[in-house]
């Protein structure tokens, strides 16, 4: 079956700390990939997402993530996280021409101030 | 320019009862979708509408969930008989359908389901 996996449930960091939090996804071909974000008391909102073309893709708030196909993977970095980042991550993946985005079980990131 | 709406934000029920839920879409969103949160848990696929179209159930896990939507506005999430393990959070999301697969979804609140 298709899945999603994100390795990382629990993150604490301190400002200014680089981030990376790990997706993974079974199958090949073609994929749409994507980050949502929950910060505390909001919705979830994109992040960013990839389509095609450049596989380094720049989202909101300094946020940005490479598509690795060899990997399957679909990691989100950011060099410097703030107190404010602190959310509820979701990588979520469509394989070929599905409506239906597959997502992972979501990734906490607590930043210290 | 309102997003996504749904009610109640909150619903408590008794073991056995039935419970509606409700999801206002963005105004022009051809494509709706149900998803159930369980704590601790990713996104759960319940149903997607995609305007006239039969709407795709593949996910909804038993015959007590079942959803309607009339064109391309609110829709109505109905969990018959509610059991626990129905207690979640259930979220609904809307989009403007694109060739590929590559639009981008809007969230709701939620609703925090608690069945006692």
């Known amino acids: 079956a298709q899945s999603v996996s994100q390795h990382n449930h629990h993150v604490i960091l301190s400002e200014a700390a680089s981030l990376e939090l790990g997706c993974n996804y079974s199958y090949g071909g073609t994929v749409n990939l994507f980050w949502y974000v929950q910060y505390p008391g909001q919705h979830l909102q994109l992040l960013l997402k990839?389509?095609?073309?450049?596989?380094l893709v720049k989202g909101i708030k300094g946020f940005e993530a490479e598509f690795i196909k060899s990997k399957f993977s679909f990691n989100l970095r950011k060099p410097s996280v703030q107190w404010s980042d602190t959310a509820e991550y979701f990588c979520a993946v469509k394989w070929g021409r599905s409506y239906i985005p597959t997502f992972g079980r979501g990734t906490s990131l607590i930043v210290h101030p | 320019g309102a997003g996504v709406s749904q009610s109640p934000s909150n619903k408590v029920t008794e073991k056995g009862k039935d419970v509606e839920l409700r999801c206002d879409p963005i105004?022009?969103?051809?494509?709706l979708y149900w998803y159930r949160q369980r704590l601790g848990q990713g996104l759960e696929f319940l149903i997607y509408?995609?305007?006239?179209?039969?709407?795709?159930k593949s996910g909804l896990p038993s015959d007590r969930f079942s959803a309607e939507r009339t064109g391309e506005s609110v829709s109505t999430l109905t969990i018959q008989r509610t059991q626990q393990e129905d207690s979640a959070v259930y979220l609904c999301?809307?989009?403007?359908?694109?060739?590929?697969?590559?639009?981008?979804?809007?969230f709701g609140p939620g609703t925090r389901l608690t069945v006692l």
């Open positions: 999301a809307s989009s403007f359908r694109t060739s590929g697969g590559t639009d981008t979804q809007y």
């Open positions: 105004s022009g969103h051809t494509a």
């Open positions: 509408f995609q305007g006239n179209s039969a709407p795709d």
């Open positions: 990839y389509f095609s073309g450049d596989p």
